[in-house]
């Protein structure tokens, strides 16, 4: 009477959540796709074409746009696990208080993005808070440039502030499946600090850290609202840019290239992490 | 006697060790603070930002607001979309929420409780709507959408919501199913429980936190959901994100902003501090931590 062997009824229950997702995402990329080589096009006649790629990679633009976004997912992935981690072990420790933090640290996770985006926006604005304080204290006599930079620090900021929680959560959870016995042991044979840190938490709790860093990656590499609002005029994001050239140049064909190239750089991501999970895993 | 002696020396060690307490404590104390404020800060700003008093403006020499008024919140109640749009929000949210609990229901189901393969394939298939970003969906979505007639309309935002939501839904519902054991139905199953007593009296009472996370995070991403419904129902259909980008892009008005950032932000974080009483357990964690 084990419900284990698989039936018809099984299979109609899983397309009732999986058929929903695969109808909607699979038009999206075939659609994407096709039209990146000139099929289902809607400003043209529909014809099979090499152009569309051509313009889009012989151009500068799209190409700044590439290397901004990889440059903004890389950042604001090391960023955000580099800051949570430290936190996450603070946090490992049972201690008084830490249920009221937990929750106060957890608050912009509830927060979306684009809300983020604004409440950083006035803190790093020419005078915003940050830049009010430090000429107060006289630490600099002419305002930081810290929003719509030419390199993107603030967009990096939002994006940790935002994610931060969540890639908490990832971590501390990796972090409480440690047995205390082990770090004892470690501490036992004479391992300091620091090598506690580097040789036994960071290590095991690397699966963790890897999957956050993956999903950070993905979130601030695709991000269109907070780049709109807080990144530098030039280069825009690749979302951004997708979204100009498709509504503003109506060029949806040239859009779709851009599209494609998103999704094959995520999923190209997401199957190196692959690897280095069966990587790291296959070495502990 | 040692203990009698008042003159007795503490032994170096001891002492360094509470100096090394003392300082732990210090350092807890101060990352405590610096926590707060990291969170607090930027919020503490908004709320100054949204009670500037038109009369005396808040400008760069002043670190706080001269005087506060609510003035900005009665324009932005009286001559915004800002009613409309918390009225789409908050009737598409809890549609989406429903619809996504409907079909993810018998899904998570199978993915939980049934042996079947490629499951680990299915479970990064059901990732994919959060996995591609949203922008490359909805532009190619809003072509679907316009060809189906679903563009501009209530029903198509509803499911594009579902679309968005739908992920967490699955992966928190399904690790939910996971954790029932097997031991349980079969003692149901041998006193002679038919498929209904299961579901009512072991399925729905043993996933109802799951089912209560899935939908809370359900119910936020609706919430904040921006890309499709900046595509698919701008503008005849503007929820709080939209409006709020309106606010951040050509019309900056910083005042304006910080009111709608508020009314977005507020029921969320209360929902925050009321889910954090009744679950337990980190289902974000749980259904996230493996990809």
């Given amino acids: 009477m084990k419900e284990k062997e698989i039936s018809p009824i099984d299979i109609l229950m899983l397309l009732s959540g999986v058929g929903f997702i695969l109808l909607f995402i699979g038009f999206a990329i075939f659609l994407t796709l096709f039209q990146s080589f000139g099929l289902f096009s809607i400003t043209r006649k529909s014809a099979f074409t090499l152009e569309n790629w051509k313009a889009v990679l012989q151009a500068k633009?799209?190409?700044?746009?590439?290397?901004?976004?990889?440059?903004?997912?890389?950042?604001?992935?090391?960023?955000?696990?580099?800051?949570?981690?430290?936190?996450?072990?603070?946090?490992?420790?049972?201690?008084?208080?830490?249920?009221?933090?937990?929750?106060?640290?957890?608050?912009?996770?509830?927060?979306?993005?684009l809300v983020a985006a604004f409440l950083i926006l006035n803190l790093i604005a020419y005078h915003g808070l940050v830049n009010t304080t430090l000429m107060l204290l006289n630490l600099i006599h002419e305002p930081l440039r810290m929003l719509n930079d030419k390199f993107g620090w603030g967009v990096v900021f939002i994006q940790i502030w935002k994610n931060l929680p969540f890639v908490l959560l990832i971590v501390m959870a990796s972090l409480a499946a440690i047995r205390d016995d082990t770090i004892d042991a470690a501490k036992n044979l004479g391992a300091g600090y620091w090598s506690v840190f580097f040789r036994m938490y960071v290590p095991l709790?690397?699966?963790?850290?890897?999957?956050?860093?993956?999903?950070?990656?993905?979130?601030?590499?695709?991000?269109?609202?907070?780049?709109?609002?807080?990144?530098?005029?030039?280069?825009?994001?690749?979302?951004?840019?997708?979204?100009?050239?498709?509504?503003?140049?109506?060029?949806?064909?040239?859009?779709?290239?851009?599209?494609?190239?998103?999704?094959?750089?995520?999923?190209?991501?997401i199957w190196a992490y692959s690897r280095l999970a069966e990587f790291v895993k296959r070495e502990v | 006697?040692?203990?009698?002696?008042?003159?007795?020396?503490?032994?170096?060690?001891l002492i360094q060790a509470r100096r090394m307490r003392h300082f732990y404590l210090l350092l807890m104390i101060f990352f405590m603070i610096v926590l707060i404020l990291w969170v607090g800060i930027p919020i503490l700003m908004t709320v100054m930002w949204s009670l500037v008093d038109p009369k005396n403006p808040w400008?760069?020499?002043?670190?706080?607001?001269?005087?506060?008024?609510?003035?900005?919140?009665?324009?932005?109640?009286?001559?915004?979309?800002?009613?409309?749009a918390l009225r789409t929000s908050y009737s598409l949210a809890p549609l989406s929420v429903l619809l996504s609990l409907v079909l993810s229901l018998p899904t998570s189901y199978v993915l939980g409780r049934k042996k079947i393969p490629g499951k680990k394939l299915l479970m990064l298939v059901v990732l994919l709507p959060i996995i591609i970003p949203g922008m490359v969906v909805a532009l190619s979505l809003s072509r679907v959408f316009y060809a189906f007639g679903l563009s501009q309309t209530f029903f198509g935002l509803v499911l594009a919501h579902t679309l968005m939501s739908i992920p967490y839904m699955i992966r928190v519902m399904t690790t939910s199913f996971q954790a029932i054991p097997q031991d349980v139905i079969d003692a149901a199953e041998n006193l002679g429980a038919n498929t209904f007593v299961k579901i009512r009296d072991i399925f729905l009472p043993m996933i109802r936190p799951g089912l209560l996370a899935g939908m809370i995070f359900a119910f936020t991403v609706s919430i904040e959901e921006f890309n499709l419904t900046f595509i698919i129902g701008t503008p005849t259909l503007m929820t709080i994100p939209t409006i709020l980008y309106t606010f951040l892009g050509y019309n900056f008005i910083r005042t304006n902003a910080s009111v709608v950032a508020l009314l977005m932000m507020t029921p969320n974080i209360i929902m925050l501090f009321i889910a954090e009483r009744f679950l337990k357990s980190d289902y974000l964690a749980a259904s996230l931590g493996k990809m």
């Fill in chain 1, 205 to 269: 709790a690397m699966p963790g850290i890897l999957v956050s860093m993956i999903l950070m990656f993905i979130r601030a590499f695709g991000d269109f609202p907070i780049t709109s609002v807080a990144g530098p005029i030039y280069p825009a994001s690749m979302a951004v840019r997708m979204h100009i050239m498709a509504t503003v140049f109506q060029e949806w064909d040239q859009a779709a290239v851009l599209g494609v190239i998103i999704i094959v750089t995520t999923f190209m991501v």
């Fill in chain 2, 59 to 84: 400008s760069y020499p002043n670190v706080f607001p001269p005087s506060f008024s609510l003035a900005q919140w009665k324009y932005v109640f009286d001559y915004t979309d800002i009613r409309r």
């Fill in chain 1, 61 to 113: 633009e799209p190409m700044d746009s590439l290397f901004f976004s990889l440059k903004m997912g890389l950042l604001s992935s090391i960023g955000t696990v580099v800051v949570a981690f430290p936190i996450a072990l603070f946090f490992r420790k049972g201690g008084t208080g830490k249920g009221i933090l937990g929750s106060i640290i957890k608050v912009p996770l509830f927060i979306p993005a």
């Fill in chain 2, 1 to 13: 006697m040692a203990s009698t002696d008042s003159k007795v020396k503490i032994p170096l060690h």
